[in-house]
């Protein structure tokens, strides 16, 4: 029998860690591809770490591994806050409803960021690129997520979203 105790805070740390994961070899791939592997994280933490607007497409390694920790923080927080939605919505299926807002106001707000931050994160950071590497995060959570909550997996088959609770 599975065991249904979940630290939200444990394996919202696990689940965060999955999707940064996904977000950080996807990027990888296509800096490798492009013939210069690591430069995302590099020009990433040059900008939202180092606050510089205009970075050295040299490899800087302190704001790669700066940006790797901060990538990797926000996205077990991230990860924290979905474990609490999905435990949250095993119980109340109103809840169910705010999980695609969720993604979809991260793909928004991730996004836009880059823009702020910089003219040249256009050149860098492609629309597709972006929206590929969360969506990418999204499905690999959200599998985790789904193989590891049946109880949430029998709440959606026994009251599908905008039906009334059988209780």
């Known amino acids: 029998m599975p065991d249904n105790r979940h630290s939200v805070i444990g394996e919202g740390t696990d689940v965060g860690l999955i999707g940064g994961i996904a ?30 607007r205009s970075p050295d497409p040299q490899l800087a390694f302190g704001a790669i591994l700066l940006y790797t920790a901060f990538h990797f923080i926000v996205f077990a927080v991230l990860g924290i806050g979905l474990v609490a939605l999905v435990h949250w919505g095993q119980d109340n299926p109103v809840v169910r409803y705010a999980l695609l807002p969720v993604f979809l106001v991260f793909e928004v707000l991730f996004y836009g960021f880059l823009m702020i931050l910089s003219e040249r994160t256009n050149e860098l950071f492609p629309f597709w690129a972006v929206v590929s590497a969360n969506t990418l995060a999204a499905v690999s959570m959200a599998y985790f997520l789904w193989r590891r909550h049946p109880a949430f997996r029998d709440s959606i088959r026994d009251t599908p979203l905008g039906a009334a609770p059988l209780r």
């Open 23 to 52: 977000v950080a070899v996807w990027f990888l791939i296509l800096d490798t591809i492009a013939g210069h592997p690591l430069q995302t994280p590099s020009l990433l933490g040059q900008m939202v770490i180092l606050g510089d």
